[in-house]
């Protein structure tokens, strides 16, 4: 059975830094393409990061530069640091993984204000 888990989000100031983590189980990061996604109230989920095996990464226009996405394969877990946050990157944030078929966590939420 897989599972995806995540954590660290919660309650940040603008400009302020999360990293968020997901941890798999049941399946392998190493042979997946592994995503980051996000879904703000009254809004469809969106990309924000994604990185392929071979470790090749790609970010939505909002968050590069300020987002990173990376993978600790050792402990098959997956992060996704978000620097100089800003409030429009309030959301559910959702961890998902693919290889014959996608796999989502159950979100963690980010809430950026002051």
């Known amino acids: 059975q897989v599972q995806l888990v995540e954590s660290g989000g919660g309650l940040v100031q603008p400009g302020g830094s999360l990293r968020l983590s997901c941890v798999a189980s049941?399946?392998?990061?190493?042979?997946?393409?592994t995503g980051w996604y996000r879904q703000a109230p009254g809004k469809q989920r969106e990309f924000v990061a994604a990185i392929t095996p071979g470790g090749r990464a790609n970010y939505a226009d909002s968050v590069k530069g300020r987002f990173t996405i990376s993978i600790d394969y050792a402990k098959n877990t997956a992060y996704l640091q978000m620097n100089s946050l800003k409030p429009e990157d309030t959301a559910v944030y959702y961890c998902s993984a693919t290889s014959l078929y996608s796999y989502w966590g159950q979100g963690t939420q980010v809430t950026v204000s002051s």
């Open positions: 049941g399946i392998i990061f190493s042979n997946s393409a």
